[in-house]
């Protein structure tokens, strides 16, 4: 079990293929075992993972490309771009080049169709990960701007009814976002000041009058980048409107910003006027006077 301690230690080498010996790649130094560093390097702007792994004698990363709308897993003698994100899994540890080699290349993600660039990156570094022993654990001690990391998460659609409308039926009822990650559980949903829409962010369990379904389990997800989506929801700032600017379209663009998709029958804008204004009139009515 590795702790992830962000490092940036590396920033401005260059290693070249010139520099690396075939002979160390392809001969019998393949198999020696040499100590190694392995880091976790990841783009905020694309959706892009890498794996590198820093020995003495070489610098390797590998990655996952797409060729033809498949994926194939690529390698080369190489830093990763100096604007990824660096966090170091391993340090000092024993590999051999062509363990890790055999381990990288041979994924069975390879061939297969290219879909939602982090969830395929997520599947292929985690199954490298796991097959060389090397676990991400999460220590907020050690890492105070742990908010910046990745970090396994399930992801819940969240709904319940709303102020006089007692109803099962989804399209009718408010509807949330929930991430739980090993250390914070928090729910995004929309609200409201004095009519305009406002991002709403709650941290700890949800109340007793949510229903929950499951859409993604084990996600790769930045607790910040999701702060960050639920914040920027073009509906914000906008004015409150039931059948047009409501929770449950707020509640799709945020989960689409992240690669979630969420698919359940939402309101129509005629229904949604009607459903909103009955209950306030029935509610305003004057008992009715007899004879």
Request: charged residues 25%; contains cysteine; proline residues 4%.
């Amino acid at each position: 079990m590795f702790r992830v301690i962000k490092s940036w230690f590396g920033y401005g080498e260059h290693v070249s293929e010139a520099d690396i010996s075939p002979d160390v790649e392809h001969g019998s130094q393949a198999n020696t075992v040499y100590v190694c560093d392995v880091l976790f390097c990841h783009s905020k702007h694309i959706n892009k993972w890498v794996l590198y792994f820093r020995w003495e004698h070489q610098h390797v990363i590998y990655e996952l490309e797409k060729d033809n709308g498949l994926v194939e897993v690529t390698y080369s003698h190489r830093e990763p771009p100096i604007n990824y994100e660096r966090s170091e899994l391993a340090s000092k540890i024993y590999l051999s080049p062509n363990t890790v080699y055999n381990t990288a290349m041979k994924s069975s993600l390879n061939g297969q169709k290219f879909e939602r660039g982090w969830d395929i990156c997520q599947k292929y570094v985690e199954g490298v990960c796991n097959k060389l022993d090397i676990e991400l654990e999460y220590d907020e001690d050690n890492n105070p701007d742990f908010l910046s990391y990745f970090f396994k998460a399930d992801v819940y659609f969240c709904h319940c009814p709303v102020p006089y409308i007692n109803t099962l039926d989804i399209s009718k009822r408010h509807w949330a976002l929930y991430f739980s990650w090993e250390h914070k559980t928090v729910r995004y949903e929309l609200g409201k000041n004095s009519g305009y829409i406002k991002s709403q962010c709650t941290q700890g369990d949800l109340p007793e009058q949510f229903t929950t379904e499951l859409v993604c389990s084990g996600k790769w997800l930045r607790p910040e980048e999701v702060h960050v989506a639920a914040m920027n929801c073009s509906l914000n700032d906008q004015l409150y409107s039931a059948g047009w600017r409501n929770c449950q379209i707020w509640v799709e663009e945020v989960a689409e910003k992240l690669d979630i998709i969420i698919n359940y029958p939402k309101i129509s804008g005629v229904t949604a006027f009607l459903g909103h204004m009955l209950p306030v009139r029935l509610k305003n009515a004057k008992p009715a006077v007899v004879g």
